[in-house]
């Protein structure tokens, strides 16, 4: 037999190759994220610009930052779930390499020197391919936030220096971080398990993994727990952070899972028995394939169906609240023109004007891009379902709108493009919406007629009860763009759900795409650690077809147990998302977004079953014989 | 005068007393060595034989210091190393012991050189090249220096095994079915080696349930059920393989 033999780097380079490469692209999204985001928050808009033009760019920067704070988190996050299952599968699929070094003299000391050297080494390498990856990452990024309009067109991420250092500093944390629990369990291997001709797995479930997925669980329940009681915007973001704990909780568990799940597999055939074997005696293998499974499609799918539950909820909101009959889209105070049609019972006009409002003073003073509507308080009250909210709101003074972040009490200072408006009370205020608006409500007067003559107006019109709709609509046309509030909540609904479609692509598409890379990469490193086992199942008399065919087997099994379990992960997002929009809007509202789970399913299944193809053809192409080493 | 004792410990490389090691519990418990006392004496070379699942292999991990014992006592040289630290049974592997097994457990990715330099480079030492390349002579293989064990034969890969084993100087050499994995040629070249070796004064203690191969040793103790059924010394193959036959029955 050729025993350690079989260790050879040949085998032993796609270890390190996915090592190499989860730290490289975790280096290259994380730095992406981090100078993207500095970006956006340090970007001023051109100074030939108009004020404001410079104030709305000013105002999506706001949100792009909030957006890019999200995807950096996440890409953190991913980074080092992706970066640590990856070093301890690596470790862990070196153990007789490990035993046989303590058999021949080799310390605990030695050993755990040796991992945390080799990662030291691997995360170096990593951050230094990482870095000019990231570059690229960061212009395809910046790219997309272009193109989707979260940015304006002259924005770019810029390349920092100090990034050198914060690259390096992350992949080699990282690497570290991620081999340290591996290293530890690596280094207390029994000499004896050298002997051991399968390379007996260790514990699966040790006393840190139970840790961890404790921390994660208690996490995910507390996000779960608190998210309701969080208001519009606190509720949003909790729910929208269950996913991450939830996933990690799922996968820290999976050695235990996946091979219970596996029990579904149809045991039929030598083949199907075979995998089914393997499955539950390979947990660590398994476990590592599962992981990124499972946070790809508890992430994805949960974030996705959460992003989309609150765009309904908040549509559905702004549906049940609106109460107009024709909405008309005319710039300039028209309501006037608009009220003097026959038939026209009510008309809430209403003018957006971008603004920068500042909070606190002092050392808490805080200056924050907004948009601030001109509003007829009552006419605006009687169209949005706001009650008697409103009447304080008259003279010098403003309302905090539907769109949260002020406060609806005490003072703010206002400044609109070319005017400041300095020091303002704000008198009164509606409660926020799901679907956001205005922050900030201003009576007409404040306003000069001249800032309001060209600004963007839309006008909510109710009809008289003997009014002729049609003839209605046609006097309207000649004033702006006619619409029957219906048509128009749809397509407001609409747009609102495009863009939280491209907030998902934006956030989730790259932190999806490494996620599946480690998927991948565990497939790769399980299969080369493989060769003798398979030429051992061929000498017992099974054919290459039929070990393929097994390989194949077992891969589409822990794919699916990796999916479930990512369901289940995301099912804590959908859960919250229930709760918190039945205490936001007063009804639990869910949309699952079906297309985009049949093609996280598809592409789990197609990705990890090509790579199980092609490894477990190219570890069988060699006669088991000269694998096994019968020449002798 | 020293005492009986230190005479004793003095010529024993290993000494068991009353060893037993047990594995599983309640009615799966299995005692694979059961109460075994042995000396295996300093410069002689003892063969342990005994039907498959005998307890040789336990018996050999006990008295290296691989495996914990249930009971009783192991002592290597002058110490005592029943209850010996990890790191003490580091220093004892790094050092005073070497180990052979059948299935040579080489490093596939380091050449034979690097192979054999590897415990010393463990134990902090600088190999000096010219020490490593002698080492390998000894075996035989000088000119396979640079080669990866995937290059080498069967009985070439082991006999880097045995000079990885040899290059610390270790106290005793410790060998699990050495020829196991070999033809008959192979076979004789590394047994060749090993009575080589005795005879410069090398302690070796080995397992295996080859009778040509037991009938090479200066002592054969004979294994049943984890105890020890028998003990003889100069014996050739065809007694040693009639006893072995007699208690297999
Ligand atoms: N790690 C182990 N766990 C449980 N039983 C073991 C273990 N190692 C050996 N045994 C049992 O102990 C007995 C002796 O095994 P071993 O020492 O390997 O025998 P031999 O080397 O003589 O063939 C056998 O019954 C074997 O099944
Ligand atoms: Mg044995």
């Not at chain 1, 079989?6 to 100078?35: D, K, T, Y």
């Not at chain 1, 890019?68 to 990856?86: P, R």
């Not at chain 1, 539907?402 to 070319?418: A, C, N």
């Not at chain 2, 042995?38 to 410069?43: A, H, I, Q, S, T």
Request: include cysteine; proline fraction near 5%; glycine fraction near 10%.
């Amino acid at each position: 037999m050729m025993g350690m033999s079989r260790a050879g780097l040949a085998e032993r380079w796609p270890l390190f190759a996915g090592a190499f490469l989860s730290v490289a692209l975790g280096v290259a999204l994380v730095q992406s994220s981090l100078l993207l985001l500095i970006s956006a928050a340090t970007y001023d808009p051109p100074a030939g610009w108009s004020e404001a033009a410079r104030m709305a760019a000013s105002d999506n920067a706001v949100a792009a930052v909030s957006m890019l704070g999200v995807i950096l988190g996440i890409a953190t996050f991913l980074a080092g779930f992706i970066i640590s299952s990856t070093f301890a599968f690596t470790v862990d699929q070196r153990r007789r390499d490990l035993a046989l070094l303590r058999l021949v003299g080799g310390s605990r000391g030695q050993l755990r020197r040796l991992l945390l050297g080799e990662a030291l080494l691997l995360g170096f390498l990593g951050a230094a391919a990482g870095i000019p990856a990231g570059v690229a990452v960061m212009n395809l990024q910046g790219w997309l936030l272009r193109r989707m309009e979260f940015m304006p067109a002259d924005f770019e991420g810029q390349w920092r220096l100090w990034i050198l250092g914060v690259s390096f500093g992350t992949g080699l944390a990282l690497a570290v971080a991620g081999v340290l629990v591996a290293a530890r369990r690596g280094s207390r291997v029994r000499p004896l398990e050298a002997l051991r001709e399968t390379g007996a797995a260790a514990r699966v479930m040790t006393v840190s993994r139970w840790i961890f997925g404790l921390i994660f669980l208690g996490g995910a329940l507390a996000l779960i727990i608190v998210a309701p009681h969080g208001g519009v915007s606190g509720g949003v973001a909790m729910a929208m952070n269950v996913a991450m704990p939830a996933a990690a909780a799922v996968a820290a568990f999976s050695p235990l899972l996946v091979p219970l799940l596996g029990r579904l597999i149809p045991a039929g055939g030598v083949t199907g028995s075979l995998a089914r074997a393997n499955l539950a005696d390979a947990r660590r293998r398994s476990a590592s394939v599962a992981a990124p499974l499972i946070v790809l499609a508890g992430l994805v799918i949960g974030n996705a169906a959460a992003g989309a539950s609150f765009t309904t909820a908040g549509a559905d909101q702004m549906r049940a609240q609106t109460r107009a009959d024709l909405v008309v889209e005319a710039p300039g105070p028209v309501g006037d023109r608009i009220r003097s049609v026959p038939g026209v019972a009510a008309v809430s006009t209403e003018t957006a004007i971008p603004a920068t409002v500042t909070t606190g003073s002092g050392e808490d003073q805080e200056s924050e891009s907004a948009m601030a509507m001109v509003i007829d308080p009552a006419a605006y009250a009687a169209a949005h379902s706001a009650g008697d909210a409103l009447t304080a709101l008259r003279g010098r003074a403003v309302a905090a709108g539907p769109g949260g972040d002020v406060p609806s009490r005490g003072t703010i200072r206002l400044r609109l493009p070319g005017l400041d408006l300095g020091e303002i009370p704000v008198v009164a205020g509606v409660p926020a919406t799901m679907s956001g608006g205005p922050n900030v409500l201003l009576a007409p007067g404040v306003v000069p007629a001249a800032m309001l003559a060209s600004a963007p107006t839309q006008s909510f019109v109710s009809l008289a009860g003997d009014a002729d709709p049609p003839a209605v609509r046609a006097a309207l046309a000649r004033v702006g763009e006619v619409s029957t509030a219906d048509a128009w909540l749809r397509a407001d609904a609409k747009d609102r759900n495009s863009t939280s479609d491209k907030i998902l692509l934006v956030i989730m598409g790259l932190g999806g795409l490494y996620a599946l890379i480690g998927v991948i990469n565990s497939v790769v490193i399980g299969a080369a650690a493989r060769r003798r086992e398979f030429a051992e199942a061929r000498v017992t008399g099974l054919t290459r077809g039929q070990v393929v065919r097994s390989a194949l087997r077992e891969s589409f099994a822990v794919t699916v147990a990796g999916l479930v379990l990512g369901g289940v992960a995301a099912g804590a997002t959908m859960a919250t998302v229930l709760t918190t929009t039945t205490a936001v809007v007063g009804k639990g509202t869910l949309d699952i977004p079906w297309t985009l789970v049949a093609a996280v399913i598809a592409v789990a299944l197609l990705v990890t079953s090509v790579t199980s193809l092609l490894t477990s053809l190219s570890a069988t192409r060699r006669r088991p014989v000269l694998l096994l080493g019968a020449t002798e | 005068m020293p005492t009986t004792d230190t005479v004793t410990r003095v010529n024993a490389a290993v000494t068991l007393r009353g060893v037993s090691r047990v594995y599983g519990r309640g009615a799966a418990a299995v005692r694979a060595v059961d109460n075994v006392s042995l000396e295996f004496p300093r410069g002689g070379w003892t063969a342990v034989m005994g039907p498959s699942g005998s307890g040789k292999s336990t018996l050999l991990h006990c008295a290296a210091g691989l495996e914990k014992v249930d009971s009783g006592q192991v002592i290597v040289g002058d110490n005592d190393i029943t209850s010996a630290s990890d790191a003490e049974l580091t220093a004892l592997r790094r050092t005073r012991i070497g180990f052979v097994f059948q299935s040579f457990n080489l490093i596939g990715s380091l050449s034979a050189e690097r192979n054999v330099a590897l415990p010393l480079r463990l134990a902090g030492q600088r190999p000096k090249p010219a020490e490593v390349r002698a080492t390998l002579a000894r075996v035989g293989l000088a000119d396979r220096a640079r080669h990866r064990p995937r290059e080498l034969s069967g009985g070439q890969q082991q006999r880097v095994a045995i000079a990885r084993a040899m290059v610390t100087r270790p106290e005793v050499l410790f060998a699990d079915e050495p020829t196991g994995a070999l033809d008959s040629t192979a076979a004789r070249t590394v047994l060749d080696l090993m009575r080589e070796m005795a005879d410069a004064g090398q302690s070796i203690v080995m397992v295996t349930h080859d009778p040509g191969a037991a009938a090479r040793a200066d002592a054969v103790v004979f294994l049943r059920d984890g105890r020890v059924v028998d003990h003889v010394t100069g014996a050739g193959p065809r007694e040693v393989a009639d006893r072995l036959a007699a208690w297999e029955r």
